[in-house]
C-alpha cells in the first residue's frame, strides 16, 4: 500500500504541476486582462510583500517528519503526541506573529509601498494586506497537520488536495473577476481555499489518522536540535 501511495503521490504531483503550468499559460493572462496592469501590479506587490511573513516558519516544518520517524521507530506514541503539541505550540506562535507583525505592516502600508500608490490604492492594499495576512496565518497550524499526513506517507489524500486547491481556485476565480470584484475576489478565494484544505487536513488527521496531543512533558530542548538541522 505505501508503494501505490508513493507512485500515486508522484503521479499527483505531476498533474499538479500541469495544472500550474496550464494556470501560468491561460489563466493568469485572463486575470491581467480582467483586473488591469494598474491592480494586477498592485496585488503582485502586496502578495509578494506578504509573502515573507512565511520566513517566519523557520524551516521547522522539514524537521518535523525526521523527529516524527524517530519516535515512531520506537513505537514511542506518547513521544509523538509530545512531538505534535509542542509543534502546535511553536506554529500557534507563529501564526500569533505573523498576525502582529502583519497589523505593523498594514498600519505602515503608505511607508512600505511608498508614495506612487493614490490614497485609494492604499486603502485596497490594506485589505488585500488584511486578507493575505490571515491566509498565512492559517497556514502555520496547517504545517503541523500536513507535515503529519507526510509523515505517515499519506501522499494519495495529501496530492489530491493540492491539485483540487489549484484546479478550483480559477474556477471560483475567474466568474467573480468577470462580475467585477477585482483583486480582492483573487485574495479572497485563495483565503477560503486554504481554510478549506486546513479543514480537510484537521479532519483527516483527528479522525482518520487519530493524531494526538500531549502539551506536558515537553521536550523544548529538541527545539535548538531542530533549528541546527
Known amino acids: 500500500m505505501r508503494l501505490n501511495q508513493r507512485k500515486m503521490g508522484v503521479l499527483l504531483t505531476y498533474v499538479s504541476e500541469a495544472i500550474k503550468i ?19 501590479g498592485l496585488y503582485q506587490t502586496v502578495s509578494s510583500t506578504v509573502a515573507y511573513l512565511s520566513l517566519l516558519s523557520l524551516g521547522f516544518g522539514s524537521a518535523y517528519v525526521r523527529y516524527h520517524s524517530r519516535y515512531r521507530v520506537k513505537d514511542d506514541n506518547d513521544g509523538i503526541a509530545r512531538l505534535n503539541g509542542m509543534f502546535m505550540l511553536v506554529f500557534s506562535a507563529m501564526s500569533l506573529i505573523c498576525l502582529i507583525v502583519g497589523g505593523v505592516m498594514i498600519g505602515n502600508a ?18 488585500l494586506m488584511a486578507v493575505l495576512i490571515v491566509s498565512m496565518a492559517v497556514t502555520f497550524p496547517n504545517s503541523v497537520f500536513n507535515c503529519y499526513v507526510t ?3 499519506k501522499f494519495i489524500f495529501q496530492k489530491l488536495l493540492i491539485v483540487l486547491q489549484n484546479v478550483m481556485n480559477p474556477c471560483l476565480t475567474l466568474p467573480l473577476l468577470m ?17 478549506v484544505v486546513f479543514v480537510f487536513n484537521l479532519y483527516y488527521c483527528l479522525k482518520k489518522l487519530s493524531m494526538k496531543f500531549a502539551f506536558r512533558g ?3 530542548g529538541l527545539l535548538k536540535e531542530m533549528a541546527a538541522f
Open 22 to 40: 496550464l494556470t501560468t499559460l491561460i489563466y493568469t493572462p485572463l486575470m491581467l486582462r480582467l483586473l488591469g496592469d494598474n491592480e494586477y
Open 110 to 127: 503608505r511607508a512600505i509601498f511608498g508614495d506612487k500608490l493614490t490614497a485609494a490604492e492604499v486603502e485596497q492594499s490594506k485589505l
Open 151 to 153: 509523515a505517515h506517507e
Open 179 to 195: 462580475l467585477g470584484y477585482g483583486s480582492v475576489a483573487v485574495v479572497a478565494v485563495s483565503a477560503v481555499l486554504t481554510l
Open 218 to 220: 515537553l521536550e523544548f
